[in-house]
């Protein structure tokens, strides 16, 4: 995944300013702001996925890195324990500071919240939709924080 920081600052991936047609359009990031990367993941390969894309994107544009889990329940069990050494050892890596945050609650409602609280540049969430008309591609978490976000989202699809 390759990102550009422009003369303003600002982050830019070449494959966003294609999807979005615009040749000259950055994505937003600022690596001067102090703002976030904000991934939303849970433990597990998928989860674990989504946390290395982020810490990519966000070690390409020198912003930390903020981990929010949403949960039922705040227990760590053996697997979320695994998932968040390494998701630490991720960041470690790729030299960025990570935050980790759990919640409790909608995951849409919680993601939004934190991203807010964090002032978060760009959120990373993942979709496990497998319809395959419009917009029933992505989940219905996903479709909610899309719609909600003043911020931009990069969905990936985990399914």
Do not use: W
Not at 36 to 57: K, S
Not at 62 to 89: G, I, N, Q
Request: charge should be neutral; hydrophobic fraction near 45%.
């Amino acid at each position: 995944m390759a990102f550009e920081t422009t003369d303003s600052g600002s982050c830019t991936s070449p494959n966003r300013r294609a999807l979005a047609g615009q040749a000259n359009t950055h994505a937003g990031l600022r690596s001067d702001s102090g703002n976030v990367v904000l991934v939303a993941a849970e433990p597990g390969d998928q989860g674990l996925q989504l946390v290395r894309t982020a810490a990519a994107v966000a070690a390409d544009c020198a912003l930390p890195l903020h981990l929010v889990f949403v949960t039922t329940s705040y227990a760590k069990t053996p697997e979320t324990e695994r998932f968040l050494a390494a998701a630490s050892d991720t960041a470690l890596q790729l030299g960025i500071k990570l935050q980790v945050e759990l919640r409790n609650g909608k995951a849409f409602t919680e993601i939004l919240a934190s991203a807010t609280l964090h002032k978060a540049d760009l959120l990373v969430i993942g979709s496990r939709g497998n319809q395959h008309i419009g917009r029933a591609m992505i989940g219905g978490v996903a479709q909610k924080v899309i719609g909600l976000s003043e911020k931009p989202v990069l969905v990936l699809n985990l399914s």
